[in-house]
């Protein structure tokens, strides 16, 4: 399982797969990152500002194969 570090909630690791399979998912469902939650705000660091961390996530995947329904990005590597 991928998901934040629940004391780190300003900093994503990236994540790498290698030889993954997808079989019949659909485009939007490749992943999901969650909204910020508000309470991470640091009023002394960054006033009302909220973390943005869990939109920056990078995950990079290798030699990914597609069987049955493939979205229309879809490659091998993306």
């Not at 969650?34 to 030699?63: H, R």
């Amino acid at each position: 399982m991928v998901g934040l570090n629940p004391y780190q909630s300003d900093y994503h690791n990236m994540v790498e797969f290698y030889d993954s399979k997808f079989i019949d998912v659909e485009g939007d469902a490749i992943a999901y990152v969650d909204d910020p939650n508000p309470s991470w705000a640091n009023i002394k660091d960054c006033g009302e500002f909220p973390c943005t961390a869990p939109n920056n996530v990078l995950f990079q995947f290798f030699d990914t194969e597609f069987e049955g329904s493939k979205p229309r990005w879809a490659t091998d590597d993306f």
